[in-house]
């Protein structure tokens, strides 16, 4: 006998939203099939504008083809996490050592898999709007609830930190923030920064820190990972209270202060075999 029982979605896709890959991304693609110009805004794809990753890159990437076809540990090549962790200490990260590096496949992997670890159902994680639509679709997914703060058209799209702390409540564990910010391009300043950063000091939540376009600006006038560090030189700011984690292709845990440490190895239980 065979069953004829409809194959359904799961209810937990209901509440998500993906417009770079949804009815915007698909009304896109039929106007272009029709000919028509459509310039694309919503992807940040390097390769597409003419921005190919580093020739030593490459040349390294083909060079050990032949030795990468076994798993490596689940937060990656050992030899790449000392690598990251030697570039964040050379950035005045003087803690990070390997063990803090978990890497992935970009932050569309890494981003779930660390609310995975941090989320309980409707825990809040507060995301800058207009939004990267992956975080607020990944905070659903992973059983939390996005709450918006506003980044401001007539104030550069600068957000207000004023707006973010009357956003924290009792159940918040996070905010979200991007710099350099996509969609809107700005890249926000110190005074911003320190004061989201303030707010996640002040309520013992994570800052996770988009930062996937820093280096694509000669010079970033402002990251947290920056001004963060001990000695930055913006010595109002320490890190010593806020847990952060940059991301591009990586993340980084500190080890140090402790109680985010054993949230993101929890999440390495969740991390595929890497190859
Ligand atoms: C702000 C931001 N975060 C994350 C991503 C996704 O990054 P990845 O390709 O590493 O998954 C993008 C891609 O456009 C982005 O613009």
Redesign the pocket.
């Known amino acids: 006998m065979t069953s004829r029982r409809e194959i359904r979605t799961s209810r937990k896709l209901s509440g998500v939203s993906y417009s770079l890959r949804g009815p915007l991304a698909a009304q896109a693609e039929s106007r272009r099939a029709a000919g028509q110009d459509v310039l694309a805004l919503n992807?940040?794809?390097p390769a597409a504008y003419g921005l190919p990753p580093a020739r030593e890159v490459v040349r390294a990437v083909r060079d050990h083809l032949d030795d990468s076809c076994g798993y490596s540990g689940a937060a990656g090549l050992p030899e790449a996490r000392d690598a990251v962790a030697r570039h964040y200490r050379g950035k005045g990260l003087h803690t990070v050592r390997q063990c803090d590096v978990y890497l992935g496949?970009?932050?569309?992997?890494l981003?779930p898999l660390s609310l995975h670890a941090l989320l309980n159902p409707r825990d809040e994680v507060l995301v800058p709007a207009p939004d990267?639509p992956?975080?607020t679709a990944s905070i659903v997914m992973a059983g939390g609830q996005p709450v918006h703060y506003q980044c401001d058209e007539a104030s550069d799209w600068y957000p207000d930190p004023g707006d973010v702390a009357r956003r924290v409540t009792d159940r918040t564990r996070a905010i979200v923030v991007?710099n350099p910010?996509?969609p809107t391009g700005s890249v926000w300043p110190y005074e911003v920064l320190n004061g989201i950063a303030d707010v996640a000091r002040t309520h013992g939540l994570v800052l996770l820190a988009?930062e996937?376009?820093a280096d694509f600006l000669a010079e970033l006038p402002t990251a947290p990972i920056d001004w963060m560090t001990p000695n930055s030189p913006h010595k109002s700011a320490n890190c010593r209270d806020v847990y952060w984690a940059p991301?591009?292709?990586w993340k980084i845990a500190p080890s140090r202060p402790p109680r985010v440490a054993s949230a993101m190895r929890r999440a390495s239980v969740t991390s595929p075999v890497r190859m």
Do not use: K, Q, T
């Open positions: 992807l940040g794809d496949n970009g932050v569309s992997e981003a990267y992956m975080w991007i910010n996509n988009d996937i376009y991301w591009s292709e």
